[in-house]
């Protein structure tokens, strides 16, 4: 039993640092850069700043010179997972 609950904890763990390895192309390992030198450095950013970002590019209603591209990006992120980049993103 308790391989299979570390097993469940460990593939949550990749599963979750999966989810920001395409975000990691552009705004770096750490969420330091800014995305191909146009977007803000988003490391550090509060998980609530971040969802509304997230969300906000998802239904068109956020961004700048990046709107179009981060569109794409999030079109398939659910609740969850923009939860999670959040978490993510404020912990950096």
Not at 8 to 20: E, R
Not at 30 to 59: F, M
Not at 62 to 91: F, H, N, R, T, W
């Amino acid at each position: 039993m308790k391989k299979i609950i570390l097993g469940t904890l460990i593939g949550a763990a990749s599963l979750m640092a999966a989810n920001w390895a395409p975000c990691a192309a552009c705004h770096g390992a750490n969420a330091e850069k800014p995305a191909l030198g146009k977007s803000q450095v988003i490391k550090g950013w509060p998980a609530d700043k971040t969802i509304a970002a997230l969300k906000g590019y998802k239904d068109g209603s956020y961004g700048g010179a990046m709107k179009g591209l981060m569109k794409g990006q999030v079109a398939k992120l659910s609740d969850a997972d923009i939860a999670d980049l959040a978490d993510q993103i404020s912990k950096f």
